[in-house]
């Protein structure tokens, strides 16, 4: 039985959420339906990946609270993903499943423009032809991505670029190390 939500959702997929469905389901593994606090995380308290600051900053008439954060069902979780991220970002355009379920669960952990960057980082890494790092899913990614012609490849190189950019974190803050083994699982992934 669906709900109210995944009806929204299908509908404003035209009729074909599969994609998103696999990308959420994908998120899931690694944020987890449980809350937590951590003093170390920058994000705060967080439910599902979703951080009260997010909820409080893009959706203000919720009027969210911690303990709103807690009761969050998951249909509710996985319609803000939807609205505030899949859809906001455009994942959908990726001509590549893989990587379009890649960029979304990346963003959701470094943020879209940083994720969208490390993707056009390792497109140009295999290109001739360079594109703009500007982190945006623009028609030259797009285009770069619709023309590879190995598709291994390039998500074995946007793998690396995503397990530097922690390293660079761990470099720049060695503190961040906690989360080290969770964020390579999730470069890799």
């Known amino acids: 039985m669906t709900d109210k939500y995944d ?5 404003l997929c035209g009729g074909n959420k599969k994609l998103f469905d696999l990308a959420f389901d994908q998120l899931m593994q690694f944020e ?15 439910r599902a990946g979703l951080t009260l600051k997010y909820l409080t900053s893009e959706y203000p008439n ?3 609270t911690i303990d709103r954060l807690h009761k969050l069902s998951m249909s509710e979780i996985k319609f803000i993903y939807f609205d505030g991220w899949w859809q906001k970002y455009s994942y959908a355009k990726i001509p590549n499943e893989t990587i379009a379920i890649k960029a979304f669960v990346m963003a959701v952990n470094i943020g879209p423009i940083n994720a969208i960057k490390q993707i056009q980082i390792a497109i140009n890494r295999l ?3 360079p594109i703009s ?8 990614t797009i285009s770069s991505i619709s023309k590879v012609k190995n598709e291994f490849i390039l998500c074995a190189e946007i793998n690396e670029c995503f397990a ?12 961040m190390q906690i989360y080290y083994n969770g964020w390579l699982v999730r470069a890799y992934c």
């Open 7 to 11: 009806r929204v959702i299908e509908f």
């Open 32 to 46: 987890g339906d449980g809350f937590v606090d951590d003093p170390s995380d920058l994000g705060g308290p967080t």
């Open 62 to 64: 919720i009027n969210m």
């Open 127 to 129: 290109n001739d032809k």
């Open 133 to 140: 790092v500007d982190g945006v899913i623009g028609p030259q």
């Open 164 to 175: 530097h950019y922690y390293r660079q974190i761990i470099a720049d803050n060695p503190a």
